[in-house]
């Protein structure tokens, strides 16, 4: 089975532009996350969907907006890009939310996006 | 507010030699936690699980006990190889959200 795809794998934009980054998680699950990493560090939380609504959000501007289609593939979008937001963003799958067995978190290969 | 604290790196050894990173969390209700290992230029691979309170996620040669009473998940493995050089991630999740908080990562690399 494929595992979580993502595309573009890179992309570069100048600041002040808008970009879409795509998402499609395992064959079967409901929920897709999304993170940044910025280099050298952890993973920080944005968004996370399940069955197609919004059930978590981190500490992001509202630049970063998100959403899940009935196919339960998703969406980042992130407007007015700043220098500060190229980072490596990454989305994760899970089944589904309710309970430690199912909460495990598949990580696709990430987009790596430059804002010049 | 949840937070996970990781032993700095980067950390170098030997090939063979013993390996321990060590971990630290703060959450609230009854998180599980997850080792995760990213190689470069790559995304974040799921290493090994624990849900509760004295289980032991192993993968790969790789072990970690989720320790309650002292709120650590320390990884530990027995004689590592060049091939796991890697940056390694204890993370949580906790809540309805289920959503995780990441340590800040340890670079290690083992050397020939």
């Known amino acids: 089975d494929a595992g979580v795809t993502q595309s573009p794998t890179h992309l570069i934009k100048t600041r002040g532009q808008h970009v879409t980054l795509r998402c499609s998680p395992i064959?079967?699950?409901?929920?897709v996350s999304w993170y940044q990493q910025v280099l050298g560090q952890g993973p920080q939380f944005i968004f996370q969907?399940?069955?197609?609504?919004?059930?978590g959000r981190g500490n992001f501007p509202d630049r970063f907006s998100a959403r899940q289609f009935p196919n339960y593939s998703s969406e980042l979008n992130v407007n007015a890009l700043l220098l500060g937001d190229s980072a490596l963003y990454l989305c994760?799958?899970?089944?589904?939310?309710?309970?430690?067995?199912?909460?495990?978190?598949?990580f696709g290969p990430g987009t790596r996006l430059t804002v010049l | 507010g949840n937070s996970v604290t990781q032993m700095e790196g980067p950390v170098t050894l030997s090939e063979e030699a013993f390996l321990t990173i060590n971990c630290t969390y703060t959450?609230?209700?009854?998180?599980?936690l997850f080792w995760y290992v990213q190689y470069p230029g790559e995304g974040l691979q799921l290493l090994l699980k624990?849900?509760?309170?004295?289980d032991k996620g192993s993968n790969k040669g790789f072990e970690a006990t989720y320790r309650k009473e002292t709120t650590s998940f320390h990884l530990e493995k027995g004689s590592v190889q060049v091939s796991d050089s890697a940056v390694y991630f204890c993370?949580?999740?906790?809540?309805?959200?289920?959503?995780?908080?990441f340590g800040s990562g340890t670079q290690l690399t083992v050397l020939p």
């Open positions: 994760a799958s899970s089944l589904a939310l309710s309970k430690p067995s199912t909460d495990t978190q598949y």
């Open positions: 064959s079967g699950h409901k929920s």
């Open positions: 969907y399940y069955e197609k609504e919004e059930r």
């Open positions: 959450a609230t209700g009854y998180p599980s």
């Open positions: 624990a849900t509760k309170a004295d």
């Open positions: 993370a949580l999740a906790s809540g309805s959200a289920r959503q995780l908080t």
